[in-house]
């Protein structure tokens, strides 16, 4: 068998950190490259890196995603040590730069609306231009492959949304920045999978929803949640759905236990 490469992007902390170490752990085969904003102050991601069993498997680099040359940068060395992509998760988010959701209309400012949509949304729809071609030369090896040749796949993108960005699912109102970033990362995981689904060499982009997950970024609303999961739980549901996904689900917005979820 041959070494996998899975790229997660947002690597530094919570739902993004965790696939680092699931995926480092559960097979020997995997080699993750985890871009962060600041690696040299991502302490968890650094202590991950210094556990000799994964050290020469973890390779971090440094993405900001709204820095666009980050982003062009880090394709390049990829393209130039790895070749390919397998498997790149987009999990960069805020919930707002305020660490709060806005409750109403007058909470709203244009500075809080774009920089949310820059990191949640913009950020992952530009590594999917810069990374497309790597991934449409990956293995095909996460992910379920048809019998038929023509609906085979090549890598599988996922970015990391939220069920508040479904605008069917929308009956409270509130958080228009945060719901707004998620329903356009869920157009751009759309538009992806049209244009990433055409050629010979094809990638699944699928919006995944994890659950209410004990990170830094739910803290303020704990006390309210009904089944709070850790990052650990969270992450092994989302890769038993990416494990599940084919060709035929590529376009779609599914929860962590593979419900499908309304735009
Ligand atoms: N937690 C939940 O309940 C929940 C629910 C639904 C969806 N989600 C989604 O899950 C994803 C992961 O969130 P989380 O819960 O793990 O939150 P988190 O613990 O707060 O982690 C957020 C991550 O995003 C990174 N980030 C922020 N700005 C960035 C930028 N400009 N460039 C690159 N990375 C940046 C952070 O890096 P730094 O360390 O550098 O700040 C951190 O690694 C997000 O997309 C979030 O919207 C979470």
Same mark, same amino acid.
């Given at each position: 068998?041959?070494?996998?490469?899975?790229?997660?992007?947002? !690597?530094?902390?919570?739902?993004?950190?965790?696939?680092?170490?699931?995926?480092? !752990?559960?097979?020997?085969?995997?080699?993750?490259? !985890?871009?962060?904003?600041?690696?040299?102050?991502?302490?968890?991601?650094?202590?991950?890196?210094?556990?000799?069993?994964? =050290?020469?498997?973890?390779?971090?680099?440094?993405?900001?995603?709204?820095?666009?040359?980050?982003?062009?940068?880090?394709?390049?060395?990829?393209?130039?040590? *790895?070749?390919?992509?397998?498997?790149?998760?987009?999990?960069?988010?805020?919930?707002?730069?305020?660490?709060?959701? $806005?409750?109403?209309?007058?909470?709203?400012?244009?500075?809080?609306?774009?920089?949310?949509?820059?990191?949640?949304?913009? %950020?992952?729809?530009?590594?999917?231009?810069?990374? %497309?071609?790597?991934?449409?030369?990956?293995?095909?090896?996460?992910?379920?492959?048809? &019998?038929?040749?023509? $609906?085979?796949?090549?890598?599988? +993108?996922?970015?990391?949304? !939220?069920?508040?960005?479904?605008?069917?699912?929308?009956? +409270?109102?509130?958080? /228009?920045? *945060?719901?707004?970033?998620?329903?356009?990362?869920?157009?751009?995981?759309?538009?992806? =999978?049209?244009?990433?689904?055409?050629?010979?060499?094809?990638?699944?982009?699928?919006? +995944?929803?994890?659950?209410?997950?004990?990170?830094?970024?739910?803290?303020? /609303?704990?006390?309210?949640?009904?089944?709070?999961? =850790?990052? $650990? &739980?969270?992450?092994?549901?989302? +890769?038993?759905?990416?494990?599940?996904?084919?060709?035929?689900?590529?376009?779609?917005? /599914?929860? *962590?236990?593979?419900?499908?979820?309304?735009?």
């Amino acid at each position: 068998m041959s070494k996998t490469i899975a790229l997660i992007q947002g !690597a530094s902390r919570g739902v993004g950190l965790q696939f680092c170490r699931t995926l480092l !752990a559960r097979e020997s085969l995997v080699h993750v490259i !985890a871009t962060c904003r600041s690696p040299d102050t991502a302490s968890d991601l650094l202590a991950l890196k210094n556990n000799q069993n994964v =050290s020469d498997r973890l390779n971090i680099l440094q993405v900001n995603v709204e820095n666009e040359s980050h982003i062009k940068v880090a394709a390049e060395l990829v393209e130039d040590q *790895y070749g390919r992509v397998d498997l790149l998760v987009n999990c960069s988010g805020i919930l707002h730069p305020s660490g709060r959701g $806005e409750t109403s209309l007058k909470d709203v400012t244009l500075e809080g609306l774009q920089n949310t949509c820059s990191i949640n949304a913009f %950020g992952p729809l530009l590594m999917g231009k810069h990374f %497309g071609k790597l991934l449409m030369k990956g293995s095909g090896s996460f992910g379920v492959q048809s &019998e038929n040749s023509k $609906e085979q796949h090549n890598g599988i +993108l996922i970015n990391i949304s !939220a069920k508040v960005g479904s605008i069917t699912d929308n009956g +409270l109102g509130g958080w /228009y920045s *945060y719901r707004l970033s998620k329903s356009a990362l869920n157009m751009a995981t759309k538009n992806l =999978s049209i244009e990433l689904g055409r050629g010979k060499n094809k990638v699944i982009c699928v919006s +995944l929803h994890p659950g209410t997950v004990d990170t830094d970024l739910s803290r303020p /609303y704990h006390k309210n949640v009904k089944t709070l999961f =850790s990052t $650990e &739980e969270s992450v092994s549901k989302l +890769l038993n759905v990416i494990d599940s996904l084919s060709l035929n689900d590529s376009g779609k917005f /599914y929860t *962590y236990d593979r419900q499908l979820l309304p735009f």
